[in-house]
Each structure stands twice: as C-alpha cells, then as structure tokens.
C-alpha cells in the first residue's frame, strides 16, 4: 500500500478506479463534483479504461449506468441532496431491476431553502428505496467501503449507496492507505453474467408491466407478480446483514483493514450510557466519551455503518443490559423525529433488557456541533434518566431558539 493524503472525494473516485469501472456517468453538484471530476480526468489520460458519460441531469446519469449495469458493464456515478432527489426514481428502478450499482452520495442538506453544507436528510430521504446504504466515518473508510460497496452489491444484486459527509470529509484532507491494483484485483475479480438476460439473438422486454398475481409467461412457466418480486427484493437486503460483515471481514484479510461490519464500537464493553450516530459524527462522539468517562460516567459509542438493512440483531445484541442509548441524528423526520432513533425504537421494542431511548437533532444544513455541546446534550439526558423521564422528544442542539419566528 501506499499513503496519500488525499479528500474524501478524492478517496471515492480512487476506490472506483481500484475497481475498475467500466462506466461511469457524472453531472456536477456540490459538494461531490471532484468525484467524477477525478474519474473524467483518469480516463482522458488513458488510466481508466472506462466510458465516462457526461449527461444533462442527474436523473439521467442514473439511466446511464441503469442501462450499463442491465448489459453487465460494473456502472459508478456519485451525487448530493438534490441531486440524488431528482434521481430518485431511477433510484427506485435501479434497486427493483436488482441491479448492482455503485453511488456514492457527498451527504449535502436539501433544499429549499438553498444549502450546500452538511447533514443526512439527502440520502436518509430514500432510506427505503431499497438500497444497502453503508455509512462512513473518515477519508480511509470512505475508500475501503467503496471497494467493498461493489463485491456486497455484486452479490446480492442489488445497489449500494456508500454515503459520507459533505465538506467534513469530501473535502477535508486526510491520510488514506492505497492498496496496490493486485490486491484490489484480487479481492473485486470482474463482474460476472448479470441477472438480467440481455441476447441480441433472443430480444425480450427489460423490467416490463408486471402485474399483481403470478402469470404464465408465453413458454407456459408460472412468473412472480409484484408483490413476489418485493418479497425477493426484501430478501437480498435482509441477506446483506450476512454479506456486508463477510466482505468486511474479506477486506481485512487482504489489507488489515475492517471496519466492523454492520456497526462499529468505542468504549462499549462496559458502558452504561450509549451514544449512536451514523457518518463523521461517531468520531466526535469518541471524543464525547472519553471525557464523561473522565468524569466519572460509562459511555461509549455505537456507529450505525449499515443503516440499510438495518442491523436489529446486532443492535440488540450491543445495547442490552445498557442503561441509556442517546440517538444523535443529523436529519428529520418531519412530524416525527430522526430517522436512526426512529428505527432504533423500533428494534428494541419488546427486546429484553432494552435501554431508554433518546433523541436528538444535531448539525442540520452544516450547524456547527462541538463535542461540549454532545456532552452536554448527554448530561441533559442523564439527569432526564435519573428523573425517570420515559417518553421524551427529541432535543435540538445548538438551536438558535431567538431568531425563530
């Protein structure tokens, strides 16, 4: 390997030439541009042997690599915020076709009013999309996830969206080991024959009208209606909680590198308090929880790196017996509250030995967040704890409740 020190879109676009892309289609949004920007560049140089297609809109540099993808070409594209909104139904044909892509998306705030700076309402917006959507926590995760983004949607047949904060990573740099071409070669050998049967000699529709019930295809063989191909769907991405820590695992035995699968760990062994984020956030928290335990509190941290499918088991598992689990979210679900502390709810309902579940929005549209604003947000949840405080809503840090009107 060979260390650069490199942005974190810098580190996207070098894991997809490791990967050696065959198609890449690229519209330019804030702050993920330098992605297929660096892409575009290795192929006029002749370094990527790859179709670079510059096209009008995001939503069609999706159809770009719908179409790759469908003949089994290995298609990459990147976006943010509303970028990825305008793409998203092509988002949702892309996951119902089960096709194999890879998109990285630069998390970015949405509009209106206009932002370009950092939270997760982007990629959180199609959470149910049917996407593996994998979260990352600095510039080295983003690249190794991304490698392993391909060999985990390959498998399943289904896309993955590798998802990594605007402007805190993208364009912050960091020191990134790059493994050497024979490695990533050996770990992401060629795409296989796709799903999808595409013959010249024997024409067929792609992706048809399908209707409710099974039918009778013209040879006389019983075909799924809708509702069996969403159960198939659904299967593939329960199956990623198996895959997604295989080929985590996989990465660390060809670079010493993993990244602890679905989710990762910090101070959790005999923690009482547990805090839970998903992206750059969970490195803050580490910082958190080094100084409550200076003073006295057991904390540690849980990170949410596959947030799609949603890891219940290994939730479960990590946060029994624990007293607190405090749900940092840098987006909303409006009406309601963030999406993680949501579905982590949801997942310990009924759970034995569950812990109170609390929540807070943080650093939305790139609102700064210090870790002595998050340690004080956990001490405010200690004293609601101890006050037996049950159900609680979700407390926003750092809102600047004066100017509201």
Same mark, same amino acid.
């Given at each position: 390997?060979?260390?650069?020190?490199?942005?974190?879109?810098?580190?996207?676009?070098?894991?997809?030439?490791?990967?050696?892309?065959?198609?890449?289609?690229?519209?330019?949004?804030?702050?993920?541009?330098?992605?297929?920007?660096?892409?575009?560049?290795?192929?006029?140089? %002749?370094?990527?042997?790859?179709?670079?297609?510059?096209?009008?809109?995001?939503?069609?540099?999706?159809?770009?690599? !719908?179409?790759?993808?469908?003949?089994?070409?290995?298609?990459?594209?990147?976006?943010?915020?509303?970028?990825?909104?305008?793409?998203?139904?092509?988002?949702?044909?892309?996951?119902?076709?089960?096709?194999?892509?890879?998109?990285?998306?630069?998390?970015?705030?949405?509009?209106?009013?206009?932002?370009?700076?950092?939270?997760?309402?982007? =990629?959180?917006?199609?959470?149910?999309?049917?996407?593996?959507? /994998?979260?990352?926590?600095?510039?080295?995760?983003?690249?190794?996830?991304?490698?392993?983004?391909?060999?985990?949607?390959?498998?399943?047949?289904?896309?993955?969206?590798?998802?990594?904060?605007?402007?805190?990573?993208?364009?912050?740099?960091?020191?990134?080991?790059?493994?050497?071409?024979?490695?990533?070669?050996?770990?992401?050998?060629?795409?296989?024959?796709? /799903?999808?049967? @595409?013959?010249?000699?024997?024409?067929?529709?792609?992706?048809?009208?399908?209707?409710?019930?099974?039918?009778?295809?013209?040879?006389?063989?019983?075909?799924?209606?809708?509702?069996?191909?969403?159960?198939?769907?659904? %299967?593939?991405?329960?199956?990623?909680?198996?895959?997604?820590?295989?080929?985590?695992?996989?990465?660390?035995?060809?670079?010493?590198?993993?990244?602890?699968?679905?989710?990762?760990?910090?101070?959790?062994?005999?923690?009482? !308090?547990?805090?839970?984020?998903?992206?750059?956030?969970?490195?803050? /928290?580490?910082?958190?929880?080094?100084?409550?335990?200076?003073?006295?509190?057991?904390?540690?941290?849980?990170?949410?790196?596959?947030?799609?499918?949603?890891?219940?088991? +290994?939730?479960?598992?990590?946060?029994?017996?624990?007293?607190?689990? /405090?749900?940092?979210?840098?987006?909303? =679900?409006?009406?309601?509250?963030?999406?993680?502390?949501?579905?982590?709810?949801?997942?310990?309902?009924?759970?034995?030995? +569950?812990?109170?579940?609390? %929540?807070?929005?943080?650093?939305?549209?790139?609102?700064?967040?210090?870790?002595?604003?998050?340690?004080?947000?956990?001490?405010?949840?200690?004293?609601?704890?101890?006050?037996? @405080?049950?159900?609680?809503?979700?407390?926003?840090?750092?809102?600047?409740?004066?100017?509201?009107?």
């Amino acid at each position: 390997m060979t260390v650069h020190v490199m942005t974190g879109n810098d580190a996207a676009a070098t894991a997809a030439k490791l990967a050696r892309v065959q198609v890449v289609a690229a519209y330019p949004i804030t702050p993920q541009s330098p992605v297929v920007e660096n892409l575009s560049k290795w192929v006029e140089q %002749g370094e990527l042997p790859a179709e670079f297609v510059a096209v009008e809109s995001e939503h069609s540099a999706l159809t770009v690599c !719908i179409g790759a993808s469908t003949v089994g070409a290995r298609a990459f594209t990147a976006t943010s915020a509303n970028g990825l909104a305008y793409m998203t139904e092509q988002v949702w044909w892309a996951a119902g076709a089960r096709l194999p892509i890879v998109m990285c998306v630069a998390n970015r705030a949405m509009a209106a009013p206009w932002n370009v700076l950092n939270d997760q309402q982007d =990629s959180m917006s199609v959470r149910d999309a049917g996407w593996v959507q /994998l979260y990352c926590r600095d510039n080295q995760e983003i690249l190794d996830t991304t490698v392993q983004a391909f060999r985990i949607a390959e498998r399943l047949n289904v896309p993955v969206m590798v998802c990594y904060d605007g402007f805190l990573l993208s364009h912050t740099m960091m020191p990134v080991d790059v493994p050497d071409a024979e490695v990533a070669d050996a770990f992401l050998p060629p795409r296989t024959a796709p /799903l999808q049967v @595409v013959d010249v000699n024997n024409p067929r529709n792609v992706g048809p009208v399908t209707l409710a019930d099974p039918r009778a295809d013209a040879d006389g063989t019983l075909q799924p209606g809708y509702m069996e191909f969403r159960a198939m769907h659904h %299967g593939a991405l329960l199956e990623a909680l198996e895959v997604v820590p295989d080929v985590d695992r996989a990465w660390e035995t060809a670079t010493g590198r993993g990244w602890g699968g679905l989710v990762c760990e910090y101070l959790l062994d005999d923690a009482e !308090i547990v805090l839970v984020a998903a992206g750059s956030l969970v490195t803050q /928290l580490t910082l958190v929880a080094e100084a409550l335990r200076a003073e006295g509190v057991r904390a540690g941290v849980l990170g949410i790196r596959c947030y799609r499918p949603f890891p219940v088991a +290994a939730l479960r598992e990590r946060l029994a017996g624990r007293a607190l689990a /405090l749900v940092f979210d840098k987006a909303l =679900s409006y009406g309601y509250q963030g999406p993680i502390a949501e579905d982590l709810k949801a997942a310990l309902y009924a759970a034995p030995d +569950a812990p109170a579940v609390y %929540g807070a929005i943080c650093g939305l549209g790139g609102r700064d967040v210090s870790p002595g604003q998050l340690a004080a947000a956990t001490r405010a949840a200690l004293g609601d704890l101890a006050a037996g @405080v049950t159900d609680r809503a979700p407390v926003w840090i750092n809102l600047a409740e004066g100017s509201m009107r």
